[in-house]
């Protein structure tokens, strides 16, 4: 369980902090929610308290973690996803939503060289720009550096 003040990773809207635990009861049962306050989008969120794990919240990638994310995107081997967009798209949504720091930077290299190679469709050019964002969280707070200088270092590993 997560106390607030804690640091953790939605997998699908990036670092976010425990701003509070609050208890709402909603047709009739009562439950414990964790208010997120997300810092890349500016908004808060609500995650029941028992359902966080299913979801993937977890805590930050420590240094190791996120150079083991590095290792996966500088390697020269992508892994073959389905040729049709929507299958490629599910497939990777899936890899995403583990929340598993590694899987992100595979999808983030798939994406990449398809980008370089055919280009993307529109909603694979959203999904690449919250990968990014991912990855940039992650390497902010393992790097103890600023946005900048994160986009900066992930642009070095990906080239």
């Known amino acids: 369980?997560?106390?607030?003040?804690?640091?953790?990773?939605?997998?699908?809207?990036?670092?976010?902090?425990?701003?509070?635990v609050e208890e709402?009861?909603?047709?009739?049962?009562?439950?414990?929610?964790?208010?997120?306050?997300?810092?890349?989008?500016?908004?808060?969120?609500?995650i029941p308290v028992e359902k966080a794990n299913d979801v993937g919240i977890r805590r930050l990638s420590n240094s190791g973690q996120v150079q083991e994310a590095f290792d996966v995107l500088k390697s020269r081997r992508t892994k073959e996803v389905a040729i049709n967009w929507n299958r490629r798209y599910r497939h990777n949504l899936?890899?995403?939503?583990?929340g598993d720091i590694c899987k992100v930077a595979e999808v983030l290299k798939s994406l990449s060289d398809k980008q370089?190679?055919?280009?993307?469709?529109?909603?694979?050019?959203?999904?690449?720009?919250?990968v990014r964002q991912l990855m940039i969280?992650?390497?902010?707070h393992a790097k103890k550096v600023k946005q900048d200088q994160a986009v900066?270092?992930?642009d070095k590993v990906l080239h």
């Open 116 to 130: 370089r190679r055919k280009g993307l469709s529109m909603g694979e050019k959203k999904m690449i720009e919250n």
């Open 152 to 154: 900066n270092i992930l």
């Open 94 to 98: 899936d890899q995403i939503k583990t």
């Open 24 to 46: 709402k009861e909603i047709r009739g049962e009562s439950t414990n929610y964790y208010i997120l306050n997300l810092f890349m989008k500016k908004m808060k969120i609500m």
């Open 137 to 140: 969280g992650e390497i902010m």
């Open 1 to 20: 369980m997560f106390k607030v003040g804690d640091k953790v990773l939605h997998p699908l809207h990036g670092i976010a902090i425990i701003e509070q």
